[in-house]
């Protein structure tokens, strides 16, 4: 049986996903949304509330993205301390056509394609959960552009300063299986070299 050797997953698509390079690639379109350096949480983003302006309950980092056709899920990584605990404090994420902003993936009639909120309740329909991970199936969107867009609304009445981190945004590709004939020459050189070592032994 022959196997065929495949190419490592790549990570591409996604501008500065994991934060190195503060919010390089992004946009803060309303509240706070602030690079947070460490030590616990490094090198992420956090949404938080803006406290000087209340008439924006909500902080939201997006950016414009191209979901390539080797894309095979969107992923993030997604920490909520204990100050994610206001009676009303949901933090969604959205995934949208880059021209008309209508939803590309999303639950039913919403906007997002997964809601978290402070209680525990969650919808997590359409996405996989690994811990911290949270993954979406994106084959369904080859060649598209999308807004992916990160939301926080805050509960101003209960006094806390709700924040999440956030980290690790990617777009992973499936893996490519080398060709078969590159396969089978690798075998014959294997065979070859073994060959050889096996005459000068001898």
């Known amino acids: 049986m022959i196997v065929l050797a495949a190419s490592v997953g790549a990570r591409a698509g ?7 390079s503060s919010l390089a690639g992004w946009s803060v379109a309303s509240g706070e949304v602030i690079w947070w350096p460490g030590p616990a949480f490094a090198q992420s983003a956090r949404l938080g509330p803006d ?12 950016q414009t993205i191209h979901i390539d056709s080797s894309a095979e899920t969107l992923c993030f990584d997604l920490v909520m301390p204990g100050a994610f605990g206001g009676e009303t404090d949901v ?48 084959r369904s969107l080859a060649g598209s552009d999308a807004l992916l867009q990160f939301d ?6 209960d006094g806390r300063d709700t924040y999440v981190f956030l980290d690790n945004v990617t777009l992973e590709a499936q893996a490519i299986p080398a060709p078969p004939v590159l396969v089978l020459q690798g075998i014959a050189l294997g065979a070859l070299a073994l060959h050889r070592r096996r005459r000068q032994i001898r």
Not at 14 to 20: H, K, L, M, V
Not at 118 to 135: E, H, R
Not at 152 to 157: A, F, G, N, R
Request: aromatic fraction near 10%.
């Open 91 to 138: 933090f969604t994420a959205c995934l949208l056509d880059a021209d008309t902003h209508c939803p590309l993936l999303a639950v039913d009639s919403q906007p997002y394609y997964f809601l978290l909120e402070s209680d525990g309740d969650l919808d997590d329909s359409l996405v996989t959960i690994s811990g911290d991970t949270i993954c979406l199936d994106v």
């Open 14 to 20: 996604i501008t500065n996903g994991r934060f190195d």
């Open 51 to 62: 406290t000087d302006n209340e008439t924006f309950p909500h902080s939201r980092l997006e």
């Open 152 to 157: 926080l609304q805050h509960d101003y009445l």
